[in-house]
């Protein structure tokens, strides 16, 4: 049976001229998640949701491998992007590197090379697409502008400064008639920022900080100068999410700086640690909330902000949802940014409560010491920059967390310190996947990991949770947790994404160098 498969595929492959595509058309981006992965998160809602069901809870045990590609040695780092699938064909990215790969047999169709100037090579979350163009942000600060067909530069802007440590490793987001993307950055004093482009000419349009770079700006009351706010952090890390219909662009942001050492930065810190609300034809905030205030661990908030209409206490609302990397979960109202459930879904000790708006309240002592204090969650945090899940079939938030523990020690008590001031030292860790209910924040179900597992998710019509495991790709019962299927590819290094195509549903992940394909057999 699986021979047949593998003939219709290349039979059909033979016959998918490269010339065919007709590239990506922007109403895609609004459609329900389905038969293609046009953006990172497959739509703008960020959920990684597929209304696909052809593989089931009942059937999953039948997947096998369809084809494999590993990228070539000068490829660079391991692949962390996730993938687009447009009119049958795979577009993924490393460092300074975008590929375009046969759908249907993993056959290489192009492969374009960044004349990189240096800059910092951690990863690449992936690419964005509009039309015949395809959208890639490079290490060393540029935005460049491929052909979807061929792979050719169309153009390329410089979109950070490199030699102020910033590098670019988002993957861009397309809104309305705008290229949204992010920049990087760690060991630096430098403000984070989103911004626009046009799509055509690259031009930028607006650039919203993360932090005051004026006396009056919003949030320069939460610092104790100015000078200190506009080098205060708050990178950009993490592709955005989108609502059409309020207009809204939800970023959320990085920490602040310095990192671990704080006496010069008194004060929440806004807008650090937040998700934050923009305007997306002018990038003017509309409303923030900040999930990390004030913080002293490394604990970015740059966790994904996931859009969901769903019924709270019996009444539908517009939503919004993140498990941030300190440890606490989040339901907002996404029309104004209101907290409706605080709480944590991993072992947390550093704060002691939450705010009037729901925010949590640091604990001063567990704040970093000279002679070091116990922390919970440790410095990689409850989860980090891997991507959630959502299913409204189940309606539960899906995410790959540890419970773990450092000893955090300050190391610059100064008034004005340098670099980081301090640093951590790690003990007891655990792995594990948590299942949690949005309306309440409760844990419904836990799945635990012998090893690895933080990796990114995918959740189906089809009650199928996908997601790498201790050792390999793993699909997962929705509903329950219980284990269906796994294999042994090796570390799962980016987030799985589906697709159809002549009339099978696809799942793809990578492993290091290797993208893998796999089909109902």
């Not at 959320?252 to 310095?258: A, D, I, L």
């Not at 409204?392 to 967390?401: A, E, K």
Request: charge should be neutral; hydrophobic fraction near 40%; glycine fraction near 10%.
């Amino acid at each position: 049976m699986r021979r047949a498969i593998v003939a219709v595929i290349l039979v059909l492959a033979a016959v998918w001229p490269l010339a065919a595509q007709s590239g990506l058309n922007p109403s895609q981006l609004l459609a329900p998640l389905g038969g293609s992965w046009p953006t990172f998160n497959g739509d703008y809602s960020g959920r990684r949701y597929s209304t696909l069901s052809r593989i089931t809870d009942a059937n999953v045990k039948a997947l096998s491998l369809a084809w494999l590609y590993a990228i070539p040695s000068n490829g660079g780092a391991p692949i962390k992007s996730t993938p687009l699938m447009i009119d049958g064909v795979l577009y993924f990215s490393t460092p300074d590197h975008a590929y375009a790969l046969d759908a249907r047999t993993g056959r290489q169709l192009w492969h374009y090379v960044w004349p990189t100037k240096g800059g910092n090579h951690l990863g690449n979350r992936g690419l964005g697409a509009l039309g015949e163009t395809l959208y890639l942000e490079t290490p060393d600060c540029h935005l460049v502008a491929l052909n979807l067909v061929d792979g050719t530069k169309k153009w390329d802007r410089e979109i950070c400064d490199m030699n102020r440590f910033y590098y670019a490793s988002v993957a861009p987001v397309i809104v309305k008639n705008q290229v949204i993307v992010g920049v990087s950055g760690d060991d630096m004093d430098n403000p984070g920022y989103l911004q626009a482009h046009d799509p055509v000419t690259g031009e930028m349009k607006w650039r919203w900080y993360a932090v005051p770079q004026k006396a009056g700006d919003p949030g320069a009351d939460s610092w104790p100068n100015i000078e200190v706010a506009r080098n205060g952090g708050g990178m950009t890390w993490t592709p955005v999410t989108y609502d059409p219909d309020l207009n809204l662009i939800f970023v959320t942001t990085g920490n602040p700086q310095p990192v671990i050492a704080h006496a010069n930065r008194a004060g929440a810190n806004l807008f650090t640690g937040s998700i934050v609300a923009l305007n997306a034809d002018t990038g003017v905030m509309a409303w923030y909330f900040q999930s990390s205030p004030h913080d002293t661990h490394d604990w970015d908030s740059t966790q994904t902000a996931v859009v969901f209409d769903a019924p709270f206490n019996g009444q539908p609302r517009k939503l919004i949802a993140q498990a941030a990397r300190n440890g606490h979960f989040f339901v907002l109202d996404r029309t104004d940014g209101k907290a409706l459930v605080s709480t944590e879904y991993a072992r947390t000790n550093w704060s002691s409560g939450y705010d009037a708006a729901g925010q949590p309240i640091p604990n001063p002592a567990k704040m970093p010491q000279i002679a070091g204090t116990l922390v919970s969650p440790n410095q990689s945090g409850g989860t980090n920059w891997q991507s959630p899940s959502f299913s409204p079939r189940t309606g539960l938030f899906y995410v790959n967390s540890s419970r773990a523990y450092s000893v955090y020690y300050l190391y610059d008590p100064s008034d004005n310190p340098a670099g980081w001031g301090g640093t951590d030292r790690g003990g007891y860790s655990e792995t594990m996947l948590q299942a949690i209910d949005y309306g309440t924040g409760k844990i419904r179900w836990t799945h635990p990991w012998k090893s690895g597992g933080l990796t990114g998710l995918l959740s189906t019509a089809g009650n199928v949770l996908f997601t790498g495991g201790s050792g390999g790709l793993e699909a997962l019962n929705a509903s329950t947790g219980e284990a269906l299927w796994h294999t042994r590819i090796g570390q799962v290094t980016n987030a799985p994404i589906t697709f159809e195509l002549d009339g099978f549903q696809y799942v793809v992940a990578a492993s290091a160098g290797t993208v893998f394909a796999f089909v109902l057999n």
